[in-house]
């Protein structure tokens, strides 16, 4: 199994600025994922962060809004921009072990913005 | 386009009753599935899957759940619930061309009451 750490847990921000959560992961994992999970939603797929190239992106979300880091296979960032009240979610890393086949979530990054 | 609804957002029961939770799902193609649960305070667990073979499928804590390809279903139940299981329970559909990029329905929140 996978064991995953994201930084902050919790944040309260200002609408206008931007925070980067971070992923870290205790093994090498080739696929990892952000999710984002809006109050009283269900998780929906930011995006895909792929190692060494830039992140691919679901429909309705894109770059300049939350940007993605992947330097190595274990350890991620999420940004979000220019955060707006409507940004005010749970974020989640997720990573994929193959040899389990089974995806593992970490605690998420809950973010209010005021 | 894909989908996945959870039939019930909310189950209240007693402890020693059985359990069965509904998940549907439209998607193209092959799919895997999977239930997840989250207990309060914690992150995502994996309960069970189901990738291929037979279509009941047991998972972790005396759960299991039936794949009815012809009705697009993927129900979970237990036929006792603790206290403990208090929880909320997602299911999750992906493509087996990237099974790590899950869809989830929109949750049901089971609370047993002793």
């Known amino acids: 199994s996978a064991v995953i750490s994201q930084k902050p847990s919790r944040d309260i921000c200002q609408r206008g600025t931007s925070l980067t959560i971070q992923c870290q992961v205790d093994?090498?994992?080739?696929?990892m994922f952000w999710y984002r999970q809006q109050p009283g939603q269900s998780l929906t797929l930011i995006a895909t962060a792929n190692q060494g190239s830039e992140a691919t992106y679901e429909s309705g979300f894109v770059i300049d809004k939350f940007p993605i880091s992947r330097p190595n296979l274990t350890f991620s960032t999420l940004t979000v921009s220019n955060m707006s009240p409507e940004d005010s979610s749970i974020y989640l890393c997720?990573?994929?072990?193959?040899?389990?086949?089974?995806?593992?979530f970490g605690q998420g990054t809950r973010l209010t913005v005021v | 386009a894909q989908s996945v609804s959870q039939h019930n957002h909310h189950v209240i029961l007693s402890e020693a009753a059985s359990l069965e939770l509904g998940c549907n799902y439209s998607?193209?193609?092959?799919?895997?599935l999977f239930w997840y649960v989250q207990y309060p305070g914690q992150h995502l667990q994996l309960l069970l899957k189901y990738f291929s073979g037979d279509p009941l499928v047991k998972g972790i804590k005396g759960f299991e759940a039936e794949f009815i390809k012809s009705k697009f279903s993927f129900n979970l139940r237990k036929p006792s619930v603790q206290w403990s299981d208090t929880a909320e329970y997602f299911c999750a559909v992906a493509s087996t061309d990237s099974w790590g990029k899950l869809q989830f329905g929109a949750g049901t929140q089971v609370v047993v009451t002793p």
């Open positions: 093994s090498q994992v080739t696929m």
């Open positions: 998607y193209g193609g092959t799919v895997n």
């Open positions: 997720s990573v994929v072990d193959g040899g389990a086949a089974e995806a593992f």
